[in-house]
């Protein structure tokens, strides 16, 4: 994933070598890749397939781009032409469009190697892509680490999502070590880029919520993000949006936490072990508790009390 994302961005830095020779391909009709293709009298076998996309010539085109034995990226064409008419010799037509030049150097984001940014490439390298809700992600654990320095080891920490499917989740596994498996992680699926981190032990911790960011880009955002999860984009689509989910990535790493995250203090209900915000706990008798079980209480007992 992290190299089709390399290739993306050299493609729409326009690093690219223009071909555009019809050639032939040996495509694996079971798996739906190609195998290989001749060019220019050399065999040019097919190790990786990186990506499939949509074409833009015919509704029906495909393209894909491919890694080759001897390390290169090339983009494949694949163009069904129209059957109504007379050519009854091939309906399909390969093209080789470009080969993707080599810069590797410079095609990484200026803060892809700093150290400053909590293991920001393991992170990625974990969750197979960077992208914006991953910084998300790290800017909370960061953040939540930062506003409770009392926590004796992360041992005792607990985070509670309100979200089941964010790349954020994967942030907070990798760096935090809080997992769904060992139940330090728990979800609520309500569709909310809110996560509370608590001590389990002490029963107190903060909750932070996303704020509203405009990164001023959301039609075409939204748009190309459609088409990739709707498997209908094209490599263009493709690398239009590695660069917008770049610049996002850039702005949010740019971005202070505080600007980020709107924190609010939490604590646990003694009763329920609900986590509440402070300012929504009784104290009943030094106990902190949330109204419905201080109420359940005091009314249990002021029945005793009338009887
Ligand atoms: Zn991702
Ligand atoms: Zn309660």
Same mark, same amino acid.
């Given at each position: 994933?992290?190299?089709?994302? #390399?290739?993306?961005?050299?493609?729409?830095?326009?690093?690219?070598?223009?071909?555009?020779? &019809?050639? *032939?391909?040996?495509?694996?009709?079971?798996?739906?890749?190609?195998?290989?293709?001749?060019?220019?009298?050399?065999?040019? /076998? !097919?190790?990786?397939?990186?990506?499939?996309?949509? %074409?833009?010539?015919?509704?029906?085109?495909?393209?894909?781009?491919?890694?080759? !034995?001897?390390?290169?990226?090339?983009?494949?064409?694949?163009?069904?032409?129209?059957?109504?008419?007379? *050519?009854?010799?091939?309906? @399909?037509?390969? &093209?080789?469009?470009?080969?993707?030049?080599?810069?590797?150097?410079?095609?990484?984001?200026?803060?892809?190697?700093?150290?400053? #940014?909590?293991?920001?490439? %393991? @992170?990625?390298?974990? #969750?197979?892509?960077?992208?914006?809700?991953? !910084?998300?992600?790290?800017?909370?654990?960061?953040?939540?680490?930062?506003?409770?320095?009392?926590?004796?080891?992360?041992?005792?920490?607990?985070?509670?999502?309100?979200?089941?499917?964010?790349?954020?989740?994967?942030?907070?596994?990798?760096?935090?070590?809080?997992?769904?498996?060992?139940?330090?992680?728990?979800?609520?699926?309500?569709? /909310?880029?809110?996560?509370?981190?608590?001590?389990?032990?002490?029963?107190?911790?903060?909750?932070?919520?996303?704020?509203?960011?405009?990164?001023?880009?959301?039609?075409?955002?939204?748009?190309?993000?459609?088409?990739?999860?709707?498997?209908?984009?094209?490599?263009?689509?493709?690398?239009?949006?590695?660069?917008?989910?770049?610049?996002?990535?850039?702005?949010?790493?740019?971005?202070?936490?505080?600007?980020?995250?709107?924190?609010?203090?939490?604590?646990?209900?003694?009763?329920?072990?609900?986590?509440? &915000?402070?300012?929504?706990?009784?104290?009943?008798?030094?106990?902190?508790?949330?109204?419905?079980?201080?109420?359940?209480? &005091?009314?249990?007992?002021?029945?005793?009390?009338?009887?």
């Amino acid at each position: 994933m992290l190299e089709m994302e #390399h290739e993306l961005r050299a493609i729409g830095n326009g690093q690219a070598e223009w071909i555009k020779q &019809t050639v *032939h391909v040996d495509y694996d009709n079971k798996s739906q890749q190609p195998l290989g293709f001749s060019n220019n009298g050399q065999y040019n /076998k !097919v190790i990786k397939l990186l990506g499939t996309f949509k %074409g833009n010539l015919s509704p029906d085109d495909l393209s894909y781009l491919v890694k080759t !034995v001897d390390g290169n990226i090339y983009h494949l064409y694949l163009h069904l032409s129209d059957f109504n008419s007379f *050519h009854t010799l091939s309906p @399909v037509r390969w &093209t080789l469009e470009f080969r993707v030049l080599k810069k590797r150097e410079a095609i990484g984001l200026p803060f892809w190697k700093s150290t400053t #940014h909590m293991r920001l490439e %393991g @992170v990625a390298d974990f #969750h197979g892509d960077l992208c914006p809700e991953l !910084v998300l992600g790290c800017k909370a654990c960061h953040m939540a680490i930062r506003l409770l320095p009392k926590l004796d080891s992360l041992k005792e920490l607990i985070v509670i999502a309100e979200n089941d499917n964010s790349p954020a989740l994967d942030a907070i596994q990798f760096a935090l070590g809080c997992t769904l498996s060992n139940r330090k992680l728990r979800t609520i699926d309500n569709n /909310k880029h809110i996560y509370l981190f608590a001590s389990a032990v002490a029963g107190y911790g903060v909750k932070l919520s996303l704020k509203k960011i405009c990164f001023n880009d959301e039609n075409c955002f939204n748009k190309f993000e459609k088409k990739i999860v709707g498997a209908c984009a094209t490599l263009n689509d493709a690398a239009s949006y590695q660069k917008l989910s770049d610049d996002r990535v850039e702005r949010l790493m740019n971005m202070d936490s505080e600007e980020v995250f709107a924190v609010e203090n939490v604590r646990r209900c003694l009763v329920c072990n609900d986590f509440l &915000t402070e300012s929504l706990i009784h104290v009943n008798n030094g106990f902190p508790m949330c109204e419905s079980c201080c109420l359940d209480i &005091t009314g249990n007992n002021s029945n005793v009390v009338y009887q």
